[in-house]
């Protein structure tokens, strides 16, 4: 029972922070410190990829509408007036290739270097300085960013050319983790002039595809056996994940509305901080 417990923890951690700006894999490490799942290290390397899964349902669920390029219904840009062409939003497949070439950087690295990346800077001490270092640039973009007109205002409006460097702050994420996927896109993309909520959405749709490759990557690599408590501690993650980020993407959306992303670049720096303490004390370890 306590490790179904603390798969409910981890399903909440990960919808809060996978969404938000402030990197899911630094609360994770200290989330493991003090509450640890009963399971062999392979198994929770996998598990915490799995539980991604709900929630990217979560934005599948609520912006069904936004990114499902085909139907009548909402279909502004039909592909032809009459015959199959009726049933294809133009405008929608063409914000999905924009959204598969901001996958291409990420994803060829990540499948050619995954593993040395994970041997080599899943530590505290890069998590901890990523957190610090997009923190900072969080504050500083934000800054620059205060009080000016925005050049895209709606996620129709991204270029290609933007999607391509989104692509290139996404693979920063793939490379050093406590980066955040969420806040360097995002931060990227308040740089190069894209509001905020158009930014966010363009995110959490880019995370779609990112994440339900890493998870099947993921999957294909794992060669151990499942057992069925394993695959319960899954589901209640995974279940956790989906319910806590339908609350806040919900919560985010909202907020940006009235507010900038400052917020969590101070939060990311006091995190960081946290973290490099708690390593040098000897409370985490790698």
Same mark, same amino acid.
């Given at each position: 029972?306590?490790?179904? $417990?603390? #798969?409910? $923890?981890?399903?909440?951690? =990960?919808?809060?922070? =996978?969404? +938000?700006?402030v990197s899911s894999t630094g609360h994770m490490i200290l989330l493991n410190e003090f509450c640890k799942?009963?399971? !062999? =290290?392979?198994?929770?390397s996998l598990y915490l990829v799995v539980i991604q899964l709900g929630a990217i349902l979560a &934005?599948? +669920?609520?912006?069904?509408?936004? *990114?499902?390029?085909?139907?009548?219904?909402?279909? @502004?840009?039909? $592909? #032809?007036? =009459?015959?199959?062409?009726?049933?294809?939003?133009?405008? @929608?497949?063409?914000?999905?290739?924009?959204? $598969?070439?901001?996958?291409?950087? #990420?994803?060829?690295?990540g499948v050619l270097f995954d593993d040395w990346f994970d041997e080599h800077f899943y530590n505290y001490v890069v998590v901890a300085l990523a957190l610090i270092i997009f923190g900072i640039a969080f504050i500083v973009v934000e800054r620059f960013a205060k009080n000016r007109e925005f050049r895209v205002k709606t996620v129709d409006e991204i270029s290609w050319f933007d999607s391509a460097i989104i692509g290139v702050f996404q693979l920063l994420a793939a490379i050093f983790p406590g980066t955040s996927r969420s806040g360097s896109t995002i931060v990227g993309s308040v740089g190069i002039g894209i509001k905020r909520e158009?930014?966010?959405?363009?995110?959490?749709?880019?995370?779609?595809? &990112?994440?339900?490759?890493?998870?099947? +990557?993921? *999957? +294909? @690599?794992?060669?151990?056996?499942?057992? %069925?408590?394993?695959?319960?501690?899954? &589901?209640?993650?995974? &279940?956790?994940?989906? *319910?806590? !980020? *339908?609350?806040?993407?919900? %919560?985010?959306? #909202?907020?940006i509305k009235k507010h900038d992303f400052s917020v969590f670049g101070w939060y990311r720096i006091i995190l960081g901080i946290i973290v490099l303490i708690c390593g040098a004390c000897g409370i985490i370890g790698k």
């Open positions: 029972m306590l490790d179904y $417990l603390v #798969a409910f $923890l981890f399903g909440v951690v =990960e919808g809060i922070t =996978e969404w +938000l700006p799942l009963n399971v !062999s =290290e392979e198994f929770y &934005v599948v +669920l609520i912006f069904w509408w936004d *990114i499902w390029p085909f139907g009548t219904k909402y279909n @502004k840009h039909p $592909l #032809a007036k =009459e015959g199959f062409g009726r049933y294809i939003k133009k405008d @929608k497949f063409i914000m999905w290739f924009k959204i $598969l070439i901001a996958c291409i950087p #990420a994803a060829i690295i158009a930014a966010a959405k363009f995110t959490f749709y880019l995370a779609i595809p &990112v994440m339900f490759g890493a998870s099947l +990557l993921k *999957i +294909l @690599k794992f060669e151990g056996d499942v057992t %069925g408590h394993e695959i319960g501690l899954l &589901v209640i993650g995974m &279940v956790t994940a989906f *319910i806590v !980020s *339908i609350l806040v993407i919900k %919560g985010l959306m #909202a907020f």
